[in-house]
Every structure is written in C-alpha cells, then in structure tokens.
Antibody, heavy 119, light 111 residues
C-alpha cells in the first residue's frame, strides 16, 4: 500500500524557516517524481514544487522560487521541503503528492502538515 | 483567487446525478486534455478520481465521469451516495512554466 506521511509543520514567525519531510512507503521511491502542494485557508490548492525521481529536474512555483528548496533522499525514501524567508501567505496545509506518471496528475497524497506563519 | 473556477457548493439527493464545473482558460484547460479531479473528505488525504479529462484510475467507481468542452471541464457523479459528500478539486496542466493549476474546490452535500 502506498503511503505518504508528512511531518515538520508548526508555528513560525515571519522571516523564519521550517523544514518539511515526507516519508514514503509501498512503492519504488526512485521511480516517481514527487511534489509539494499546499492548501491555504479559504483558498484552493496550489502546486508548490516538484522533483523528478533522479533529482535531475526540479521546478518551483513563482510564489516560492528563491525561498523554498525541494530535495529527496532515495536511499531513505524521503522527500523534503526547506522553507526560508517565510511569509504570512505561506500559511497552509502542505501535502506531499506522487506524480502518477500519466496525464500530469497526482495519484497518491499524504494527509498534510500545517504550517502557520504568524508573529 | 484560484486559477480554475469551481462553484463553491453543489448538492443533490441520494440516487440523483450532479455535475461540478471547472472553468479555466485557453492556456490551461482549453489547451490540454490533462484535467484531473480529486475528492477530499474532511481530515483525509485527497483521492485521485479522474485523469486525462475522463479516465478513471483503477478502483474508482464508474459513477464518476469527466468531460471537457472548450475551457470548461466537468465532473459528473451519478447515483449519488452519502459517502460522496466531500470536497472536490479540479486541476489542469498549464504549460512548462506554471505546470499545474487547481480550482478552489467544490463542497458536495448529499441531502
């Protein structure tokens, strides 16, 4: 069974940093691109970042480019998101989502971890 | 404001059919047959329901179907059941720079 479990969320002050993690199991981790998608209160979902299985391809949404860094450890089946210079508008539930490899869709998601940026 | 526009809420009675629309632009929904739909129950992870506009992943009921016309995609749920009550989100590929866009979500209430 495919499982994605996020951790690392919490309360952080504006300008601060936080590192999110996603532990994966139930599939060959290095075969799949992975993504971070966030859901801010009262808003729709927003794609944040993606990384290919080999880490050769990394992409960011304009809203986080230069502040967030995605990475993965294929030996540990782990995905990470380093978030720096956090802003109030980064407040959201952050989901780890697996790229299905078909038609630009996400076939498995974690339950999310809440990041709150507030003074 | 989300890139794709969905109605905030829809409702239907058990056994009825409902349709949720997802309106984008010629840069996303209108340009690519790469619309997907996700179901999310409160406190749960989103579930993959539709991809490629109208394809169902293995295990998803055939009561769920998708379609597209121009810049608007639609999700239809037939034979409504109580467990269908959830939030539904659409998504579309939007080109190599933006990559993915999502809708604001639609809350389905089964009366």
């Amino acid at each position: 069974e495919v499982q994605l479990v996020e951790s690392g969320g919490g309360l952080v002050k504006p300008g601060g940093s936080l590192r999110l993690s996603c532990a994966a199991s139930g599939f060959t981790f290095s075969d799949y691109s992975l993504n971070w998608v966030r859901h801010a209160p009262g808003k729709g979902l927003e794609w944040v970042s993606s990384i290919s299985g080999s880490t050769s391809y990394i992409f960011y949404a304009d809203s986080v480019k230069g502040r967030f860094t995605i990475s993965r450890d294929n030996a540990k089946n782990s995905l990470s998101l380093q978030m720096n210079s956090l802003r109030a508008e980064d407040t959201a539930v952050y989901y780890c989502a697996r790229d299905s490899g078909v038609s630009w869709s996400f076939d498995y998601w974690g339950q999310g971890t809440l990041v709150t940026v507030s003074s | 404001q989300s890139a794709l526009t969905q109605p905030a809420s829809v409702s239907g009675s058990p056994g009825q059919s409902i349709t949720i629309s997802c309106t984008g632009t010629s840069s996303d929904v209108g340009s690519y047959n790469l619309v997907s739909w996700y179901q999310q129950h409160p406190g749960k992870a989103p579930k993959f329901m539709i991809y490629g506009v109208s394809e169902r992943p293995s295990g998803v009921s055939n009561r769920f179907s998708g379609s597209k016309s121009g810049n608007t995609a639609s999700l239809t749920i037939s034979g409504l059941q109580a467990d269908d009550e959830a939030d539904y989100y659409c998504s579309s590929y939007a080109g190599s720079r933006i990559r993915w866009v999502f809708g604001g979500g639609t809350k389905l209430t089964v009366l």
